[in-house]
């Protein structure tokens, strides 16, 4: 079965890290590029960090920048997500997807539009 499995969401203070993983079996995730999505209660789904295929390219929603993290590793076949001095303004389900990327491609955007694979997202909460 080809599936996107997001672990690491919680409840932390204000202030605190957590590192989110995003997990793939049944596929390969070394020619895909991945996107971090997060959806916070009322809110639309937001793109808020994205790594290429080769991880050469990263980029961050401004909200999140200088606080978050993306990075893989293609041993484990897993993308990260390393948040650190969470706001309560974080709190939401996070979710990652994959879009398949031609050989050689940088492509990493924030859009949601073209991605094969999607999880059913983790649940992080940012509260004292």
């Known amino acids: 079965q080809l599936q996107l499995v997001e672990s690491g969401g919680g409840l932390v203070q204000p202030g605190g890290s957590l590192r989110l993983s995003c997990a793939a079996s049944?596929?390969?995730?070394?020619?895909?590029?991945i996107v971090w999505f997060r959806q916070a209660p009322g809110k639309e789904r937001e793109g808020i960090s994205c790594?290429?295929?080769?991880?050469?390219?990263?980029r961050y929603q401004d909200s999140v920048k200088s606080r978050f993290t993306i990075s893989r590793d293609a041993a484990k076949n897993t993308v990260y997500l390393e948040m650190n001095s969470l706001k309560p303004e974080d709190t939401a389900v996070y979710y990652c997807?994959?879009?398949?990327?031609?050989?050689?491609?940088?492509?990493?955007?924030?859009?949601?539009?073209?991605?094969?694979?999607w999880g059913k997202g983790t649940a992080v909460t940012v509260s004292s």
């Open positions: 997807a994959a879009r398949h990327i031609s050989y050689g491609s940088i492509w990493c955007s924030l859009i949601s539009d073209g991605m094969d694979y």
């Open positions: 049944g596929f390969a995730l070394d020619r895909h590029a």
């Open positions: 790594i290429s295929a080769s991880g050469t390219r990263t």
